[in-house]
Nanobody, 122 residues
């Protein structure tokens, strides 16, 4: 069965950095599209960054130039490097695989994990 486990979230001050990790079992990041998503309290889950099988990455306008996603195929783990964090980045961050396009509704609902909390203070 597919299981995705997010980690690395923390409380940081504005301008700081974090690196999130997503460890996968039952599905390979090397063979599937993958993505990072986030959900702030009271808001819908939104796309942050995606990567397709060809290696093409797409970032939301809110994080372009600040966030970078990458993967380690040997570990079947992907990462989200988050720099110059802003208070509006505060959310629970999730990863997913096997979906397409940017919007969260196009990604497998059964694959969502518990997420990892990122809180950015001003």
């Amino acid at each position: 069965q597919v299981q995705l486990v997010e980690s690395g979230g923390d409380l940081v001050q504005a301008g700081g950095s974090l690196r999130l990790s997503c460890a996968a079992s039952g599905i390979s990041f090397n063979r599937n599209n993958a993505g990072w998503f986030r959900q702030a309290p009271g808001n819908a889950r939104e796309s942050v960054a995606t990567i397709d099988r060809s290696g093409r990455t797409t970032y939301s306008d809110a994080v372009k130039g600040r966030f970078t996603m990458s993967s380690d195929n040997a570990k079947n783990t992907m990462y989200l490097q988050m720099n110059t964090l802003k208070p509006e980045d505060t959310a629970v961050y999730y990863c997913n695989a096997g979906g397409h396009f940017m919007a969260a509704q196009y990604w497998p609902s059964a694959y969502w994990g518990q997420g990892t909390q990122v809180t950015v203070s001003s």
